[in-house]
């Protein structure tokens, strides 16, 4: 069964540590994909990725930024935690012209 | 740019009724993929059902089907036969084919409820 992993389902950080949010498909897709997920927002996407070492901001990448070292694995990092990055993040990957498949998401709060 | 609307933020059928989710996009591309997402309270997205513009055919899925209008730009999700086990946010999304990376545009989501 093919699979996107988040590390963590449920994290919670203090206002201004740096947080990692790791991701990892085992499909072999080539994009990658960040989003938050808030009430009455919707998904919107933070980052994305198309290839190793490669990264494209999507609507809001400010207070983010990702590292794809490997195919396999996108990481999100907030380089300083702050609280009104308290969500949900979900993470996506995808082959060219087909859907995503999603992790299960980690719900993050910052205190 | 691409928009997706989902005009309806909350709805609710009886089990074993039928219920359509609306939505509608926007996009001057001809060829393109359109989906219906659904997210559990366990939160794990699942694609229900995929649609291909170039395909006159809407696509069905059991009890799921949609009803594709191209020239009005509505891609609607119809439930049959509802289930609790449905109750769930439903997301219509849009991708560009051909379009190499693009990411998937996204409604702001439907809630739908399954009253027994």
């Known amino acids: 069964d093919v699979k996107v992993t988040q590390s963590s389902r449920y994290l919670v950080k203090r206002t201004g540590e740096k947080v990692f949010l790791e991701c990892v498909q085992d499909m072999d897709h080539e994009n990658m994909f960040w989003y938050r997920q808030d009430p009455g927002l919707g998904l919107r996407l933070i980052y994305f990725s198309y290839d190793v070492k490669m990264k494209e901001k999507g609507d809001i990448p400010e207070g983010y930024s990702v590292s794809r070292e490997k195919k396999e694995r996108f990481s999100l990092i907030l380089e300083s935690a702050s609280t009104n990055q308290t969500s949900m993040y979900l993470c996506?990957?995808?082959?060219?012209?087909?859907?995503?498949?999603f992790g299960s998401g980690t719900r993050l709060t910052v205190v | 740019a691409q928009t997706v609307t989902q005009s309806q933020p909350e709805m609710s059928v009886q089990e074993a009724e039928t219920v359509t989710l609306s939505c509608t996009y926007d996009t001057s591309e001809s060829d393109y993929y359109l989906f219906w997402y659904k997210q559990p309270p366990s939160r794990q997205m699942i694609l229900v059902i995929r649609q291909e513009a170039y395909k006159q055919q809407n696509a069905t899925e059991n009890r799921f089907s949609v009803n594709f209008q191209k020239a009005a730009k509505s891609f609607s999700l119809k439930i049959s036969d509802s289930q609790l086990g449905d109750a769930a946010m439903y997301f219509c999304a849009y991708r560009r084919r051909y379009s190499g990376n693009t990411p998937l545009v996204f409604g702001k989501g439907t809630r739908l409820s399954v009253i027994a």
């Open positions: 996506a990957s995808s082959t060219e012209n087909y859907g995503y498949t």
